[in-house]
Structure formats: structure tokens, C-alpha cells
């Protein structure tokens, strides 16, 4: 089971939550001085249901119940609709989460929602969002700003040397460059989180192997120790019994598929 430090587990939620329809801040205090500063705070972009939800990441059960005592979660829909508890697998029930909370459950391959949030919709002041906009300027502008000023110099500077017609297609050519570098990174950090994923669910089904390999040794009478060749002399020998046909081919078809399993994927292990 994976051990998680509390930034790390909310950077993975943060990505979990990644959508081309939904905006995510990370860390970010959603007001003044003293008001309340979520992992993950993220807002659908929608007009009709926005719907702004906290998350706030637990790794411990001492730091769940005492934020849970004191009911710090309750300042938090002062900016959003609904809030939920993102945390290791097995660190609580949904039992232990307040009624109107949700649950998401990290596992050793992806998340889970354990339990439903009750959103409580309601005007979010002018001021906090305010506050998410500059906050989003800032992080992502600085880096901007720059690659956008050294091009407009280049721009001009091969305008004055070539003409504005070629300076205006150059710069449509960066244009479309950009949009084709940005696509190309959001294409590989989805193909990475995927091959993680699958990687994580065959280690998963390939640990159980073991389990499943002794209940077919049990169900065909074989001794613990029997070898591959055995069982499938088992097997072929039902497939000429009268009524073990049908059961025997299927027998077959999981024998070949857990071995062509381990053949061609024992290398992720």
C-alpha cells in the first residue's frame, strides 16, 4: 500500500481532478487574511452550475477527527457549494464523514468516491472570486509575459527587416506552434497518468494470481505444488469425460489466459 505525504497526495488529487471543463487552484486562501485556504479548490466552468467545491486532504486520523471536531470544514462554504475529504484508502468510513461532506478514497491505482457531497448552492462574494482570477494570473502570467514580450520583439524586428505581411505569417506560425506544444503536453501527461493506471491495475490483478491459481488446483484436486503441465493434463483429460466438456474449455481459456497473463507482463512487475 502507498505511504503518502499530505502535498504529494493532494498534487495527485489536483491532477485526478484535471478536466478541459473545470478550473483548479491548489494551496489558494479564497479571501482576506483569516479566511479559509483549501488543497483543492475547483469550479466548473459553467455559468448555470459552476458548482465550487473544497477539498481538503487528510493522511492522518488524529488530523481528520480534529479538524472534524472543530468544524473547520463549515468556513469553507463560505466559497463553495460543498466540500470533500479526499484520503488514503482505509484511513476512514464514510460513516466518519459529517453528513454534508463527501469522500473521495485514494487506492493504490485511482481514486474512488466513497460517499456523495449535499451542495448547498449560493452567491460566492465578488470579492473571492476576484481573488481566484488574480491568483490565476499570477501563477501561470509571469511565464507568459515573458515568452509573449521576447516574441513581439522578434516580431517586430523581423517586420522592420522583411515586411509586415511575413512578420504577420511568422507569427501566426508561432501561434499555431503554441497550440500544437500545449496539445502535445496535455496529451502526454493524460497518456502517462493512464499507462500509471493500467500498470497499477495489472500489478493488482497479477497479485492476486497466486489466490486464483490455488482455487483452480482445489476445484480440479490437484496438490498445491502441481505444475503447469498438470493442470493442463487435468483439463484434458475432462475434455474427453461425457458431461465435462464445456467445463473443461472453460478451465482451458483461464489457465491460457493467467499464463499468456505472466508471459507478457511479468516485465512491469
Known sequence: M???????????????LTGPRRMIWRDLQLG???SPRPDVYTIEKSFVRPAPTAYEVKISVSDF???????KWHSYLDYAYS??????????????????CGLLVRGDVVWR????STPVPQLIDQAALLKLLIDGVEREGPTWRAKHWRETDYTREFSR??????????ADAASVQRAFEDAEAQRAKILNRAEDQAKGILKHAL????????????VLGLAADASRWDVEREIRGLKTA????????????????????????????
Open 2 to 16: 502507498t505511504t503518502w505525504q499530505h502535498d504529494e497526495l493532494a498534487e495527485d488529487l489536483a491532477g485526478h
Open 32 to 34: 482576506p487574511s483569516g
Open 65 to 71: 477527527r480534529a479538524d472534524v471536531t472543530a468544524a
Open 83 to 100: 466540500v470533500v475529504f479526499a484520503v488514503p484508502v482505509g484511513l476512514v468510513r464514510p460513516c466518519d464523514v459529517p453528513p454534508q
Open 113 to 116: 468516491l466513497a460517499k456523495r
Open 161 to 170: 527587416k522583411f515586411g509586415h505581411t511575413a512578420a504577420r505569417w511568422v
Open 207 to 218: 497479485s492476486e494470481m497466486p489466490e486464483k491459481w490455488a482455487e483452480l488446483l482445489a
Open 242 to 269: 461425457r458431461d465435462g466438456g464445456e467445463h473443461a474449455q472453460a478451465l482451458g481459456r483461464v489457465v491460457n489466459w493467467m499464463r499468456r497473463t505472466v508471459q507478457e507482463h511479468e516485465h512491469l512487475l
